[in-house]
């Protein structure tokens, strides 16, 4: 089995930024995604209007963008799964669903997902009218009445994308200020059919074969179509857990450089502990990492 300088694990903006350093580094290496990037955040994102230089657009045209140019660029990439990295003195041994990989070094941008709210009824409804994403899932509440849970930047983007396809919006945020960036805020204030609920919380989310109601824990109840979970993300750390050190939230620990507490072993993107998680920082990662990599390689 050829031994590979490194195998990149994710196509996310942190991943192909990776690809694009690693082909520039005329390194050999291959980068693997589950499904040709379609598992990034960006695409459960309507509108992008904070990577620099683009001005406003939409989170599957980015993605698409930064695959386009790392293919152009050449670099080799695999759809497949990754689902073990082991290291034995100083080579990592990646299986994936196709293939198995070995490499020197391995850059592991495989991003985060969305955490579960933790009420009764969220299990039950999951994917009849309980969704973690508006633009994937907010159709099914067109002229319909839905209701965002969360407080962030994420929690405030989904709102103001169903305001426009939906008859009714409520938003839900167990604090009495959100957390997310002003200019969502003051969208959010111009939209006529959006009620916030602040310092409040949901107890139950009800419904037949379909959500139909949710229970505050005050008692109060009301009638909605869709429920939209937007509390926050968990690092999807679990395949280097067992190799390098992360917080008690499950991100890797590591610094700008992207190093980690294994030799050799990079991180990059949501998955690294950081104050910022963002498309434009996940790609200033991707580059942090490669660049951190050649020089490990170079020792
Ligand atoms: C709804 C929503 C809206 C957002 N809006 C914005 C915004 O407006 N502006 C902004 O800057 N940021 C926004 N973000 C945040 C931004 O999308 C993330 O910070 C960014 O995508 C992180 O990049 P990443 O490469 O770390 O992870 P991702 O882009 O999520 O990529 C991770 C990749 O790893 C792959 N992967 C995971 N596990 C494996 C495995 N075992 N094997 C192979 N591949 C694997 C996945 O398929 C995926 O393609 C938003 C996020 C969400 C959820």
Known sequence: MEL?????????AAGLTAAVYARRAGLRFVMLDVASSMGSQLTQTDEVENYTGLGKIGGMELI???REHA????APMSDESVKTIAESDGVFTVT?????????TVVYCAGASHRPLGVPGEAEFSGK???YCAVCDGFFCRNKTALIVGGGDTAV???????KICKQVYLVHRRDEFRAAKALTDRLGECENVTCFMNAELAEISGESRVTSVTFKDGRSLDVDGVFVAVGIVPNSQLIR???ECDSAGFVKAGESGATSCE?????GDVRTKPLRQIITACSDGANAVNSAVDYLNR
Do not use: C, H, R, W
């Open 96 to 104: 994936a669903s196709k293939n198995t990989y070995t490499a020197k």
């Open 157 to 163: 983007s989904e709102a103001l994308y169903l305001a």
């Open 129 to 131: 009218g309980v969704s």
């Open 264 to 268: 050799g072993l990079f991180v990059a």
């Open 71 to 74: 293919q152009s660029m050449g």
């Open 242 to 244: 067992p190799l390098a």
């Open 4 to 12: 590979l300088d490194m195998v990149i694990v994710g196509g996310g």
């Open 64 to 66: 698409m963008k930064f």
